[in-house]
T-cell receptor, first 114, second 112 residues
Framework: DQQVKQNSPSLSVQEGRISILNCDYT??????FLWYKKYPAEGPTFLIS?????DKNEDGRFTVFLNKSAKHLSLHIVPSQPGDSAVYFC?????????????FGTGTRLTVIP | DAGVTQSPTHLIKTRGQHVTLRCSPI?????VSWYQQVLGQGPQFIFQ???????GRGNFPDRFSARQFPNYSSELNVNALLLGDSALYLC???????????FGPGTRLTVL
């Protein structure tokens, strides 16, 4: 039972344009959300996170939006750069339950075209 | 600063064998978690340790076990290997139990 879903396996964007990656979740106990980027032969690299008490968090070119009522979050990358080409994973955890195990989506492969 | 390190990088075993994977957390981090990532999927939680105690266990059989040492490094052990255990095994560390997890490069296990 996939509690975190990334329904787009891949996304292609022109350099300089906005990349929008989407993620949906089903478990209402999730209260902390993260995005990781993964290059081949490397482990996931932490990008940005958001707590359920917020609806937006920014860090440089990266912004994460959280819509709790829709159980949806998105990652915006502006402007997109060729070095952003990687697989992006959305992850969630339920800190309020005392746990910190992360539930991951299946990933979206982003290709930024120069 | 050194990140999370894992050893070995790659490993090939045959069915029925035992394997031990090792992880050293970021300096100052007291929690280590293990994840399994099979091809085409996201990482799946196996264990979390904090201050040498197991604090979480995912839906994996008892063939999987782990421990954390006084220096906060950790081992993941898998007994009676099956073909389906072939995967990338990722270790992540965090400062405390409810802090952001940072991942190592992983150990690629192939079971023949």
């Amino acid at each position: 039972d996939q509690q975190v879903k990334q329904n787009s396996p891949s996304l292609s964007v022109q350099e300089g344009r906005i990349s929008i990656l989407n993620c949906d979740y089903t478990n209402s106990m999730f209260d902390y959300f993260l995005w990781y980027k993964k290059y081949p032969a490397e482990g996931p690299t932490f990008l940005i996170s958001i707590s359920s008490i917020k609806d937006k968090n920014e860090d440089g070119r990266f912004t994460v939006f959280l819509n709790k009522s829709a159980k949806h979050l998105s990652l915006h990358i502006v402007p997109s750069q060729p070095g952003d080409s990687a697989v992006y994973f959305c992850a969630a955890s339920a800190w309020r339950t005392g746990a910190n195990n992360l539930f991951f989506g299946t990933g979206t492969r982003l290709t930024v075209i120069p | 600063d050194a990140g999370v390190t894992q050893s070995p990088t790659h490993l090939i075993k045959t069915r029925g064998q035992h394997v031990t994977l090792r992880c050293s957390p970021i300096s100052g981090h007291k929690s280590v978690s293990w994840y399994q990532q099979v091809l085409g999927q996201g990482p799946q939680f196996i264990f979390q340790y904090y201050e040498k105690e197991e604090r979480g266990r995912g839906n994996f059989p008892d063939r999987f076990s782990a421990r954390q040492f006084p220096n906060y490094s950790s081992e993941l052990n898998v007994n009676a290997l099956l073909l389906g255990d072939s995967a990338l095994y990722l270790c992540a560390s965090s400062h405390g139990l409810h802090d952001t997890q940072y991942f190592g490069p992983g150990t690629r296990l192939t079971v023949l």
